[in-house]
């Protein structure tokens, strides 16, 4: 097939112009994404099955078809090439420049990689990525978030900090988006300022799949994303090199030089090449990009980037030097937001209750889940209310709808599959979302089991679950982290859920003991479905001003999505799916009995 626009270029090194692969074939696809939209995506194949697979995330306004020249500079005989089209760009579904955020559009890129693995046949294990400006953030997001076992990442230009030259800018979008409502911004960003070469300047204007426009909305989670980025890089280990243009008129290149040097990868390189503008590779000495790209990525795929190493990630590393921070006296700013709290705070309800049974409960999160502000007096109400309102709760509110969604399809999958359906959660709490679930599929048999280790969370779920007339559902008292106990249960799990739990506890080895219990007790093919916490912006508040369940400061310890997910892979599951909030904090991901 041929592109929607004609792109020059030179090849690697020699000058001339590259000609078209003789060993790649080019075909044009469609995926739909697990909220319905269309993703359209171009492929590009080697004749002979491909061993490993390079994914291409192109920069705003832009579209698959702008990477045909740079996958005919980088044409390898055993490796295969995917371009997505973003939604709300090119041929892919939705309203052009928009999302419903960018959360959205991050989740977007693990269902694309996972459905090109799957249909392609090759695995995320020997899988690279290639990004440009917008895509770069959305690529190391993803990878930051969903921590997919690749094999490394180029971004390229990165826009961690975009140029936007209007004074107050940002507060002022957000000020528009606040009382005025959704809206877009045209890009300013011409064709000149973009790159040397007047061929693909002629090219980028006359392109019908590009266009100016980018969400507000989009623009703002841009923003906060990359900060969330800049300031959490250290959880990112896989090899990264970041190229940054040394003439670029749309993003800045200091953001791009700190974000590599807080990465947590031992391997990683940045790069400024002196005198490119913003579209690297479509300059007119896009030769030397290609070079350096091609160089990275193949020392990428001679060696395996190896995750073990996180699983003692509880004794040593960023993580645990912020726990330890948090854990010493300090944070004397706060001194006056707990006084609040403990005193006329008390007139919330949901703040009351946190005293009384620890933040972290599970009655505490049952509250948060009916979110209903209540009160002694309005000022009490109004507490309540900006107490249920914060952005963790809100997180946790998102993690309720994704463990629901992905626990009720793990339920109909497991009774498609011909296996009967036993749920067990070992740290039900109320048991809320679960007994919500069953009561939604009636028509399904099953039984359940909620166990927790205080009896009054079991007698509030006990209370739940006759209310709902469920008798299949029963409660049991128990240690979530008794090894012996799990591997014992009795009729064996098929799908097991352990949420909220393991977060709580910044040691390794009783998750490991939890989860080896887990995997005894179920037989190949069975689910897990658990949380993580990857991310807080309130953890040091949390740490200096909240109490957990024992009454002392609720200080946690942040797992990488990357630990977790190896500490479940090491108990013998394989992650299938994961589902996170719009703003980075709480995953739920799926994995299955190996």
Same mark, same amino acid.
């Given at each position: 097939?041929?592109?929607?626009? #004609?792109?020059?270029?030179?090849?690697?090194?020699?000058?001339?112009?590259? @000609?078209?692969?003789?060993?790649?074939?080019? *075909?044009?696809?469609?995926?739909?994404?697990?909220?319905?939209?269309?993703?359209?995506?171009?492929?590009? &194949? @080697?004749?002979?099955?491909?061993?490993?697979?390079?994914?291409?995330?192109?920069?705003?306004?832009?579209?698959?078809?702008?990477?045909?020249?740079?996958?005919?500079?980088?044409?390898?005989?055993?490796?295969?090439?995917?371009?997505?089209?973003?939604?709300?760009?090119?041929?892919?579904?939705?309203?052009?420049?928009?999302?419903?955020?960018?959360?959205? !559009?991050? /989740?977007?890129?693990?269902?694309?990689?996972?459905?090109?693995?799957?249909?392609?046949?090759?695995?995320?294990?020997?899988?690279?990525?290639?990004?440009?400006?917008?895509?770069?953030?959305?690529?190391?997001?993803?990878?930051?978030?969903?921590?997919?076992?690749?094999?490394?990442?180029?971004?390229? =230009? @990165?826009?961690?900090?975009?140029?936007?030259?209007?004074?107050?800018?940002?507060?002022? %979008?957000?000020?528009? /988006?606040?009382?005025? #409502?959704?809206?877009?911004?045209?890009?300013?960003?011409?064709?000149?300022?973009?790159?040397?070469?007047?061929?693909?300047?002629?090219?980028?204007?006359?392109?019908? &799949?590009?266009?100016?426009?980018?969400?507000?909305?989009?623009?703002?989670?841009?923003?906060?994303?990359?900060?969330?980025?800049?300031?959490?890089?250290?959880?990112?280990?896989?090899?990264?090199?970041?190229?940054?243009?040394?003439?670029?008129?749309?993003?800045?290149?200091?953001?791009?030089?700190?974000?590599?040097?807080?990465?947590?990868?031992?391997?990683?390189?940045?790069?400024?090449?002196?005198?490119?503008?913003?579209?690297?590779?479509?300059?007119?000495?896009?030769?030397? !990009?290609?070079?350096?790209? /091609?160089?990275?990525?193949?020392?990428?795929?001679?060696?395996?980037?190896?995750?073990?190493?996180? &699983?003692?990630?509880?004794?040593?590393?960023?993580?645990?030097?912020?726990?330890?921070? &948090?854990?010493?006296?300090?944070?004397?700013?706060?001194?006056?937001?707990?006084?609040? %709290?403990?005193?006329?705070?008390?007139?919330?309800?949901?703040?009351?209750?946190?005293?009384?049974?620890?933040?972290?409960?599970?009655?505490?999160?049952?509250?948060?889940?009916?979110?209903?502000?209540?009160?002694?007096?309005?000022?009490?109400?109004?507490?309540?209310?900006?107490?249920?309102?914060?952005?963790?709760?809100? #997180?946790?509110?998102?993690?309720?709808?994704?463990?629901?969604?992905?626990?009720?399809?793990?339920?109909? *999958?497991?009774?498609?599959?011909?296996?009967?359906?036993?749920?067990?959660?070992?740290?039900?709490?109320? #048991?809320?979302?679960?007994?919500?679930?069953?009561?939604?599929?009636?028509?399904?048999?099953?039984?359940?089991? %909620?166990?927790?280790?205080?009896?009054?969370?079991?007698?509030?779920?006990?209370?739940?679950?006759?209310?709902?007339?469920?008798?299949? !559902?029963?409660?049991? %008292?128990?240690?979530?982290?008794?090894?012996?106990?799990?591997?014992?249960? =009795?009729?064996?799990?098929?799908?097991?859920? !352990?949420?909220?739990?393991?977060?709580?506890?910044?040691?390794?080895?009783?998750?490991?003991?939890?989860?080896?219990?887990?995997?005894?007790?179920?037989?190949?093919? =069975?689910?897990?479905?658990?949380?993580?916490?990857?991310?807080?912006?309130?953890?040091?508040?949390?740490?200096?001003?909240?109490?957990?369940?024992?009454?002392?400061?609720?200080?946690?310890?942040?797992?990488?999505?990357?630990?977790?997910?190896?500490?479940?892979?090491?108990?013998?599951?394989?992650?299938?799916?994961?589902?996170?909030?719009?703003?980075?904090?709480?995953?739920?991901?799926?994995?299955?009995?190996?």
């Amino acid at each position: 097939m041929s592109s929607a626009n #004609g792109e020059g270029g030179t090849a690697r090194s020699t000058g001339h112009p590259a @000609p078209p692969s003789e060993r790649l074939r080019e *075909s044009e696809h469609v995926m739909t994404a697990s909220d319905g939209a269309t993703i359209h995506y171009r492929a590009w &194949l @080697p004749e002979r099955a491909a061993s490993k697979a390079v994914l291409l995330f192109h920069r705003g306004h832009e579209h698959s078809a702008r990477w045909q020249r740079t996958v005919a500079d980088l044409r390898s005989e055993d490796t295969a090439f995917f371009a997505w089209d973003a939604r709300g760009h090119g041929r892919s579904s939705g309203e052009r420049g928009g999302a419903p955020h960018l959360g959205r !559009v991050i /989740q977007d890129a693990d269902e694309f990689a996972r459905h090109v693995s799957a249909t392609h046949g090759v695995p995320l294990q020997d899988t690279a990525v290639l990004a440009h400006s917008v895509g770069a953030v959305v690529a190391a997001a993803w990878v930051h978030d969903f921590a997919p076992p690749i094999r490394g990442m180029v971004l390229v =230009t @990165p826009a961690f900090r975009v140029k936007l030259y209007v004074p107050f800018a940002i507060p002022a %979008l957000r000020f528009r /988006q606040r009382w005025i #409502g959704p809206g877009e911004v045209k890009s300013y960003v011409k064709s000149k300022v973009l790159t040397h070469d007047p061929e693909q300047r002629r090219a980028y204007d006359a392109d019908p &799949l590009i266009f100016r426009q980018i969400a507000v909305n989009i623009l703002l989670d841009l923003n906060d994303t990359s900060k969330r980025l800049l300031e959490d890089a250290a959880a990112i280990t896989v090899p990264t090199l970041v190229l940054a243009a040394g003439s670029d008129w749309v993003v800045r290149i200091d953001a791009q030089r700190r974000f590599v040097e807080r990465l947590g990868s031992s391997s990683k390189r940045f790069e400024v090449l002196p005198g490119f503008f913003h579209a690297m590779f479509h300059e007119s000495r896009r030769s030397e !990009v290609i070079v350096r790209v /091609q160089r990275f990525l193949d020392s990428c795929f001679v060696s395996r980037h190896d995750r073990k190493a996180l &699983l003692d990630a509880d004794k040593h590393g960023p993580m645990r030097d912020e726990f330890d921070r &948090l854990s010493r006296p300090g944070g004397f700013m706060f001194v006056p937001s707990r006084a609040f %709290l403990r005193s006329v705070g008390r007139l919330s309800t949901g703040v009351a209750l946190g005293w009384k049974s620890g933040f972290d409960s599970g009655l505490t999160l049952d509250y948060v889940y009916e979110n209903r502000a209540r009160g002694k007096t309005p000022l009490g109400r109004l507490i309540d209310a900006n107490y249920l309102g914060s952005i963790g709760w809100r #997180g946790i509110r998102v993690r309720r709808r994704n463990l629901e969604e992905l626990l009720r399809a793990a339920i109909l *999958s497991t009774r498609d599959e011909g296996r009967p359906v036993h749920l067990v959660d070992i740290a039900a709490g109320a #048991g809320r979302y679960v007994i919500e679930v069953i009561r939604s599929l009636p028509d399904v048999e099953m039984t359940a089991c %909620l166990r927790d280790y205080r009896q009054a969370n079991l007698d509030a779920a006990a209370k739940r679950a006759a209310d709902a007339g469920l008798q299949q !559902v029963t409660t049991h %008292l128990g240690d979530a982290f008794d090894e012996h106990a799990l591997a014992s249960l =009795t009729p064996a799990p098929t799908i097991a859920i !352990v949420s909220g739990l393991y977060e709580l506890f910044p040691e390794n080895e009783p998750v490991r003991r939890s989860l080896r219990g887990l995997a005894s007790a179920m037989a190949p093919g =069975t689910r897990l479905i658990y949380t993580n916490q990857p991310w807080h912006p309130q953890v040091e508040f949390i740490a200096r001003v909240l109490t957990n369940r024992e009454g002392r400061p609720w200080v946690m310890r942040r797992r990488t999505q990357a630990e977790m997910d190896e500490l479940v892979r090491a108990a013998g599951f394989v992650k299938q799916t994961q589902r996170i909030d719009q703003w980075g904090i709480f995953s739920v991901s799926v994995a299955r009995r190996a």
